[in-house]
């Protein structure tokens, strides 16, 4: 049977595949972990469907899925962060059905999801949970059979088959998972693989405080240097990213909700406010809380003539990008990934800011549509941090073969000596050895005997 995909250009292939290639040389754990699949087989017989941002890494990780004997499929987890050349070489080189076009519309998006659920996969993946969510509209029955659970999805095609549990890679991902838990509408185990701490505190912090930058870098060219960036949430994205611009030399404004990341943002240094307050001073605006409408039209009416605003959380609805539509006078893109955006300017402004009293319309500018700046605008994580991210992302459909029958309808995390592994084994390809424990500090740390 030929195989089914939904790609851009097939011709980009061989420019996709050199990339690939380049950054599977950056991925020393998820390549050793590749190296285990390809002999212990533990996929073999199953189908494994993602949804993630196709990227040269998530190649890389599909390649070991498959290595591991899996047949596996690879959809967008996000329309703008499709590369083209990568989607081509998967399925040239790869042999990887890819269901993905950078730029595709809602309706072509939700397309793809539902390809990717037609090879009836067995383990799912996803960045956003929008395909556990597209699996949720099957029926899907759950036989207790003594301690043992086995899920069996039933399509609308009348096809079923067994279903052994789903992975989600992000923080807003597991924040929908743990609500669908809650409500009881969750009917499959989910592992967070956001949760493990050799995700999210590289991945969130390192790779998001570089990427995002890289993204505004790349579609604007400004320098960094003595710009005032507000950086809306301090959470584990939002550290990374404070830190990286300071250390660029921009001053930074934190706004959060949340007292003691205000707190930590203070003792780290930054000038916190709310965003109303903020407005006036910011010329770059960089929302990653995985909130909605953390900048208002409001905001953006107050906000400095030339002010730029990016989002790098995962949904695209942390800026009112629909109300801007709504009340620009007109846009243009001014640059790839650039939209300049004229807007009214407000009555109060223009009384306290002398410079601006003759003209009644400012500018604006988006980046990336609003979506996530570091992946619409430029390749997302290096893949030096995918690498952990990754190699969890394999262990985790491990986890789910080895548990078979074991799990609830649940979200769970990976095991910490997962974690610990992931850990130990990118400290060995950096070179890096640490100090063990010696007998007398393992019983002195389980004990309560030896104090003052
Ligand atoms: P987190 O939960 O550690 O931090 C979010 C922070 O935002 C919290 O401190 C929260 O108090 C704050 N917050 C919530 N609503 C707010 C509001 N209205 N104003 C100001 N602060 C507010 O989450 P994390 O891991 O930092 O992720 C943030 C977002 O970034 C999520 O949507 C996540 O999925 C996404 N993400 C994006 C990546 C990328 O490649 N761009 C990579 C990893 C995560």
């Known amino acids: ?116 659920l037609d090879i009836q996969p067995n383990i799912t993946m996803d960045d956003g949970a929008d395909l556990i969510n597209e699996l949720h509209k099957f029926e899907i029955q759950n036989s207790k059979l003594q301690t043992n659970s086995k899920f069996q999805i039933l399509n609308s095609k009348n096809e079923s088959w067994e279903f052994l549990g789903s992975s989600e890679e992000t923080t807003t991902g597991v924040i929908r998972l743990r609500a669908m838990e809650k409500h009881r509408v969750l009917k499959v185990p989910v592992l967070a693989v956001n949760d493990s701490d050799t995700k999210h505190f590289f991945d969130n912090r390192y790779g998001t405080g570089q990427s995002t930058i890289d993204g505004i870098i790349r579609a604007t060219n400004i320098l960094i240097a003595g710009k005032t960036f507000v950086v809306a949430g301090y959470g584990w994205c939002g550290r990374g990213l404070a830190a990286r611009s300071k250390g660029m030399g921009a001053h930074v404004i934190v706004t959060e909700i949340d007292p003691v990341r205000a707190l930590e943002a203070v003792m780290d240094g930054y000038q916190v406010m709310p965003m109303k307050k903020a407005l006036r001073h910011g010329d770059v605006f960089v929302t990653v809380t995985g909130d909605k409408s953390v900048i208002t039209v409001d905001h953006l009416q107050h906000m400095k003539d030339g002010a730029i605003i990016a989002n790098s959380g995962h949904f695209d609805v942390e800026i009112e990008m629909k109300e801007l539509e709504r009340i620009a006078k007109s846009k243009r893109e001014i640059r790839e990934n650039v939209v300049e955006y004229q807007i009214r300017n407000q009555k ?30 430029a390749e997302g994580h290096p893949s030096e941090v995918m690498d952990m991210s990754f190699a969890n992302q394999a262990l985790a459909a491990e986890w789910f073969v080895k548990q078979k029958g074991t799990v609830k309808p649940k979200v769970y995390r990976l095991p910490q000596k997962i974690d610990r592994n992931v850990a130990g084994l990118k400290l060995k390809a950096m070179g890096i050895t640490i100090d063990r424990l010696s007998k007398e500090q393992k019983k002195y740390l389980n004990s309560w005997k030896e104090g003052t």
């Open 348 to 377: 109060s402004e223009i009384r306290n800011n002398p410079k601006i009293q003759n003209s009644k319309f400012k500018k604006i500018y988006v980046l990336g549509e609003g979506r996530l700046v570091n992946l619409a605008a």
């Open 1 to 116: 049977m030929t195989m089914q995909y939904d790609i851009k250009n097939i011709k980009l292939a061989d420019r996709g595949k050199k990339k690939i290639e380049w950054a599977t040389s950056r991925m020393p754990v998820l390549n050793s972990i590749k190296e285990r699949f390809k002999k212990e087989k533990p996929f073999k017989g199953l189908t494994i469907a993602a949804c993630l941002h196709v990227t040269t890494e998530t190649a890389n990780l599909m390649a070991t899925l498959k290595s591991g004997g899996a047949k596996v499929v690879l959809s967008a987890s996000n329309p703008l962060s499709t590369q083209d050349d990568t989607a081509a070489a998967l399925v040239q080189h790869y042999k990887i059905p890819v269901f993905a076009i950078h730029g595709e519309d809602s309706k072509t998006y939700y397309r793809h999801l539902t390809a990717a």
